[in-house]
């Protein structure tokens, strides 16, 4: 199986769990809006969530965990269609 491939399972696994991409991504948004008192979007979140998995690559090592982690959130930032 791809990186892709389970990036893409991993989506869906994490749907059935925590609820559809948009709405749990709109939640975090607004709690780390609150958090930070600056606005957050979806969007936001997604992209920094890659960062997230991207700073732990340069204090360790470049895993292909990560790189499904990376795609599953690159997916995330797709499924969403809005800029809310």
């Given at each position: 199986?791809?990186?892709?491939?389970?990036?893409?399972?991993?989506?869906?696994?994490?749907?059935?769990?925590?609820?559809?991409?948009?709405?749990?991504?709109?939640?975090?948004?607004?709690?780390?809006?609150?958090?930070?008192?600056?606005?957050?979007?979806?969007?936001?979140?997604?992209?920094?969530m890659i960062l997230l998995k991207?700073?732990?690559?340069?204090?360790?090592?470049?895993?292909?965990?990560?790189?499904?982690?990376?795609?599953?959130?690159?997916?995330?930032?797709?499924?969403l269609d809005t800029e809310d």
């Amino acid at each position: 199986m791809t990186i892709l491939e389970k990036a893409a399972q991993a989506v869906e696994a994490r749907e059935k769990e925590y609820g559809h991409t948009c709405t749990n991504f709109k939640v975090i948004s607004s709690l780390w809006t609150a958090y930070l008192g600056v606005r957050l979007t979806s969007k936001d979140v997604g992209a920094m969530m890659i960062l997230l998995k991207i700073g732990r690559s340069r204090t360790g090592t470049i895993t292909a965990d990560t790189l499904v982690d990376i795609a599953g959130y690159a997916r995330c930032l797709e499924m969403l269609d809005t800029e809310d």
